[in-house]
């Protein structure tokens, strides 16, 4: 069994907690306002947007320690919609696994609009959650509770390929914007 | 009416052709063998490895001046598999764009494989075929032919979106190659 601490209550937040929820995993789901509360689970998933990463870190890295850590975010400069706010050659990724050594961070869900993770499905078929990261342990416990919830997890590779997940996110969003793709769909991987 | 000149005639560029035939206007592909031949179409298809544009852009540069220049290629770095052999802030389609500054370069075909553009079908629905460019009629004049082919053309943005369809690309290159999805597959854009 794992239990699951959702940082983030908005809607990936509640999306990823009903996930959870299908899993059989129990979940608890902290908000803005629980910042004195300690993340009790062995996964804990970083439901926030990237510019608030950072403020978390400071209040509960030492928390985290010896945890599964869940990056969600696409850290676009969302002012201009037109790029990143990570350096080209890196990602958010790195850069929070960077800020904390003693945790195991994977990327996952940041290819995810949060209504093909309610639903669990794109076009028909098991939504697919990417996932990459360095310790293949963190991701199976993270892909177990995905699968078990009746979803498509694969493993995209270590983690650098959060990078091109990144990226992946990243042009997602803008077609979304743009109406090319609706915001129940985007990106499905075939079998 | 478009003229179809395709440079290459490996996988891609056969599917490529494929396509063109399907959509009515007319095409010509032309091989290694052909490099005494001058390009006639309007849209002219690199249809080879990263690697050898440099040569085609030597022998062919000046004919291909005023016309539209599609690139179709993932830069990898095929002996790791690890990442991309442009700059992290460029893509090949800005490196052949400064090469070919009186070309009008688009990135387009990168995200499909083969065989889902000989098919049009990706999981039972019209392959999506990703554009991007600073050219918006040289997007339209490909996207005509796209859709006429049946298949569906989705204008990604300017020309700093290649990088994140080279992205995709790679992404999905690994993912094939690692079994995680077919090479008949791969991401499919939900409506």
């Known amino acids: 069994m794992a239990h699951i601490s959702i940082i983030g209550s908005g809607n990936m937040g509640q999306a990823i907690a009903g996930l959870v929820g299908k899993s059989g995993e129990t979940v608890e789901v902290l908000g803005s306002s629980d910042a004195e509360r300690v993340v009790t689970g062995d996964i804990v998933v970083l439901a926030v947007p990237y510019p608030a990463v950072g403020q978390i870190i400071a209040q509960r890295g030492a928390q985290l320690a010896g945890k599964v850590v869940v990056d969600i975010t696409n850290p676009l400069d969302f002012e201009t919609f037109d790029s990143l706010v990570v350096p080209a050659d890196s990602s958010a990724t790195a850069e929070i696994a960077a800020a904390l050594p003693e945790s195991r961070v994977i990327k ?13 499905t794109v076009n028909g078929r098991p939504t697919t959650v990417l996932l990459a990261g360095d310790d293949a342990d963190a991701k199976t416990a993270l892909a177990l509770v995905i699968s078990a919830a009746g979803l498509r997890a694969v493993d995209a590779g270590d983690l650098r390929r959060a990078r ?28």
Not at 113 to 120: I, N, P, R
Not at 176 to 190: D, H, N, P, Q, R
């Open 108 to 120: 996952a869900f940041n290819t995810n609009f949060a209504a093909t993770l309610a639903t669990g």
């Open 164 to 191: 091109e997940l990144e990226a992946v996110g990243f042009l997602q969003l803008t077609l979304a914007v743009g109406e090319k793709t609706s915001w129940t769909g985007g990106f499905a991987l075939a079998d």
